[in-house]
């Protein structure tokens, strides 16, 4: 199946090529979209809501969780989408991490800290790093993984920069004082 992609924004080109029914919705005024996380990266001081969708008002304001991928700390991969120079920037110093650098996902009940493996830059065509275990067709995914992927180079949506980390450790969360379940 060939799409064609024109000059759309981050979460549609990925949307395109996935379904294209989708992808043609994806700009239409919606609701808020959901909290579903905090993501936390120390090494770029980031610390941002994770929202659920990929809608061009999501990712104005927040990082976007790709729909149909595993949720935070879930086996699979949680694909996290966002951009570098428009918006809120908050994937801007996305292309600073390194293999060994931490990122953090913190829900209402769980905290998930996953260590980066590794980036790449690939067209917006490769949707391979949407699979459950990125980059890897038919693999059975052995514990969590996350991607963070934006545009690059910056300024630019020719191509996307993924950073692939592996889930190492969870924990859950105390509730606060009054707080149930």
């Known amino acids: 199946m060939n799409h064609r992609l024109s000059l759309c924004f981050l979460g549609t080109l990925f949307l395109t090529a996935l379904n294209p029914q989708q992808a043609a919705g994806a700009d239409r005024p919606r609701r808020v979209a959901p909290i579903i996380a905090t993501i936390v990266i120390p090494k770029i001081g980031l610390k941002a809501t994770v929202r659920e969708g990929v809608a061009r008002t999501t990712l104005r304001h ?3 969780h790709y729909p149909g991928t595993a949720g935070p700390g879930q086996p699979g991969n949680t694909a996290l989408l966002g951009h570098r120079t428009t918006g809120l920037a908050l994937f801007r110093s996305l292309d600073h991490l390194t ?9 209402k009940s769980h905290l998930f800290r996953y260590l980066v493996r590794g980036k790449r830059v690939i067209t917006p065509r490769r ?10 067709a038919g693999r059975t995914p052995e514990g969590g993984f996350v991607s963070l992927i934006t545009c690059h180079p910056k300024g630019s949506n020719a ?3 993924v950073v692939v980390g592996k889930l190492v450790s969870e924990r859950p969360l105390r509730p606060h004082a009054g707080q149930t379940g």
């Open 127 to 136: 949707t391979s790093v949407l699979r459950p275990v990125p980059f890897r």
């Open 159 to 161: 191509k996307r920069l």
């Open 62 to 64: 927040a990082v976007g």
């Open 99 to 107: 293999k060994g650098d931490t990122v953090i996902l913190k829900t």
